[in-house]
């Protein structure tokens, strides 16, 4: 049962990494790009915690929190600029 949970969340992260892609290609403004780009931070950062799931290799889970802050800084800071420069 457990198994199948972790390939249903493998199968959902997947499809979210090409929803992104997408909308990263698709994206008419700067600010839907960065969107996107954010987006495909969330799901590469559950993507790093499920594999220190399946891996038991639980020091992963540092490095997607350090991921996970460096990239909501980064959101800041480019939202700053498109917004009125820097």
């Known amino acids: 049962m457990a198994d199948s949970i972790l390939f249903l969340a493998a199968v959902l992260i997947f499809f979210g990494i090409l929803l992104g892609v997408i909308r990263l290609i698709l994206g008419r403004t700067a600010v839907d790009r960065v969107a996107a780009v954010d987006m495909l931070?969330?799901?590469s950062i559950s993507l790093i915690v499920l594999y220190a799931h399946v891996a038991?290799?639980?020091i992963y889970l540092d490095v997607a929190l350090v991921y996970?802050?460096?990239?909501?800084?980064?959101?800041?800071?480019?939202?700053?600029y498109l917004?009125?420069?820097l």
């Open 56 to 58: 038991d290799r639980f």
């Open 68 to 80: 996970g802050v460096l990239s909501f800084l980064g959101v800041l800071a480019i939202a700053r």
């Open 83 to 85: 917004e009125r420069g």
């Open 41 to 43: 931070t969330v799901v």
